[in-house]
């Protein structure tokens, strides 16, 4: 079956950087965009950006731009997301999610297979 | 704050039937497909309806989207306790070129 399996938990210091990853089993990992989401404790779904498992291209928010990076290895069938200069506010539940529309098309919110989510605690 | 625009609540008695709101525009609801995603306690989110009112295999059918204009809509009829949970309206934005979520309505079954 479809199944997007996470890095485990991380602890960072203010300042550092993070990298999580998401390996996809069950399809041929090339046919899907790959999207990153995450949750503050209590707060609402805030996207971070998605790739392309095909060709590679990203698109990330606006709100993230300058410190996000989201890659992939098609041979490990992994995706990858790393956030710089991390502080307090980063502290949240990271998701990885497959994007189910076509991977052509300029981006869709059809999320139908989630990662369990990896937790990522920013603290000095 | 949201770009799409939820109740922060909503509540009904089992059997009852429950409606949420998601409120947005042109460039993103208006112009696209509306998704729901269900999510329990500490769990992912769980996809609900895509494409504003089509149910993935294994949804009940008490589920249901509909979306009119820039607003859209999710009914929960039959109300069940197993039904609590945090409710999430998403779809993609041409102006900001990616996804926005709704501020999530957290549904109590009294």
């Known amino acids: 079956q479809v199944q997007l399996v996470q890095s485990g938990a991380e602890v960072k210091k203010p300042g550092a950087s993070v990298k999580v990853s998401c390996k996809a089993s069950g399809y041929t990992f090339t046919n899907y965009a790959m999207h990153w989401v995450r949750q503050a404790p209590g707060q609402r779904l805030e996207w971070l950006g998605w790739i392309n498992a095909d060709n590679g291209d990203t698109r990330y928010s606006q709100n993230f731009q300058d410190r996000v990076t989201i890659t992939r290895d098609t041979f490990a069938s992994t995706a990858y997301m790393e956030l710089t200069s991390l502080r307090s506010e980063d502290t949240a539940v990271y998701y990885c999610?497959?994007?189910?529309?076509?991977?052509?098309?300029?981006?869709?919110?059809?999320?139908?297979?989630w990662g369990q989510g990896t937790l990522v605690t920013v603290s000095s | 704050q949201s770009v799409l625009t939820q109740p922060p609540s909503a509540s009904g008695t089992p059997g009852q039937r429950v409606t949420i709101s998601c409120s947005g525009s042109s460039s993103n609801i208006g112009n696209n497909y509306v998704y729901w995603y269900q999510q329990l306690p500490g769990t992912a989110p769980k996809l609900l309806i895509y494409r504003n009112n089509q149910r993935p295999s294994g949804v009940p059918d008490r589920f249901s989207g509909s979306k009119s204009g820039t607003s859209a809509s999710l009914a929960i009829s039959g109300l069940r306790s197993e039904d609590e949970a945090d409710y999430y309206c998403a779809a993609w934005d041409d102006s900001l070129r990616g996804v926005v979520f709704g501020g999530g309505t957290k549904l109590t079954v009294l």
């Open positions: 999610a497959r994007d189910r529309g076509d991977i052509t098309s300029a981006g869709t919110a059809w999320f139908d297979t």
